[in-house]
């Protein structure tokens, strides 16, 4: 596979899932504590930071609010995050999660498909540990016939790989919609994005690579006569690239 691609979902100020009903407390100590519910009142997902928004979790509910999966979150030393998407009852649709180091080539990526009222129809993983090896070989050993199969396990060059940082700026007052079909992951994914906020994403790609394959399945909803979505400068930096999008009025 020519890219890797890991998406990584960095909320700024406005959380993806602010479509259902969801609720923030911020406690005493800082730390802040979201949970979004079902159409039918129970539990959905909890979201959990602590008071600098570093080290957080993630619980995923079924419809009877009973607690499917969790994951830890964190923003720094690299990022340990989640994508999710949903269905219109309020029911987690997937969840691609994805655990990195900075810049290290080390990494994990998970996806979790659940059916409309929270049961799980996919669980899918991948690792950085995963691609080093390939599987046994198994050869005779023609000097002395008749000896025992020898096993040889072949170790793969170390893949290089570049990070890549997207950010996502809703320059309008509205909320928009931006659909993302990142079909390795979490296909069809929408990210409802707040007005005058912007979001982050992250991927990872090989340096043998000319371009990331899933830029050109950015597409902005809603009403495209008002609105569009633009490409914006790119940097290169010591350690990754950044690409920045604008939504703007036309």
């Not at 949903?86 to 979790?112: C, E, L, M």
Request: net charge positive.
């Amino acid at each position: 596979m020519k890219t890797s691609l890991l998406l990584l979902l960095l909320i700024i100020q406005t959380p993806l899932f602010g479509q259902f009903n969801c609720k923030t407390v911020k406690l005493t100590d800082g730390s802040e504590v979201k949970k979004c519910f079902h159409q039918n009142g129970k539990i959905s997902i909890i979201e959990t930071w602590d008071k600098d928004k570093r080290s957080g979790s993630l619980k995923v509910f079924n419809n009877q609010g009973k607690e499917v999966c969790s994951y830890n979150l964190r923003h720094f030393g690299g990022h340990a995050s989640a994508l999710l998407s949903w269905f219109p009852n309020g029911q987690v649709k997937s969840i691609a999660y994805s655990d990195a180091p900075d810049g290290g080539i080390q990494y994990y990526h998970s996806t979790r498909q659940f059916d409309e009222v929270g049961n799980e129809t996919s669980f899918t993983e991948d690792s950085y540990d995963d691609k080093l090896k390939i599987p046994p070989v198994t050869v005779r050993d023609t000097a002395k016939p008749g000896r025992p199969l020898v096993e040889i396990n072949r170790v793969l060059e170390k893949p290089k790989t570049k990070r890549v940082d997207f950010l996502i700026v809703n320059k309008t007052k509205s909320t928009q919609k931006v659909t993302l079909d990142y079909s390795a992951i979490a296909p069809d994914t929408i990210l409802r994005i707040g007005g005058k906020q912007e979001v982050s994403l992250c991927s990872f790609q090989s340096e043998k690579d000319q371009e990331l394959t899933g830029i050109s399945a950015l597409k902005l909803m809603g009403n495209t006569k008002r609105f569009e979505i633009i490409r914006g400068k790119e940097e290169e930096l010591e350690d990754r690239k950044v690409i920045v999008w604008y939504i703007i009025k036309n």
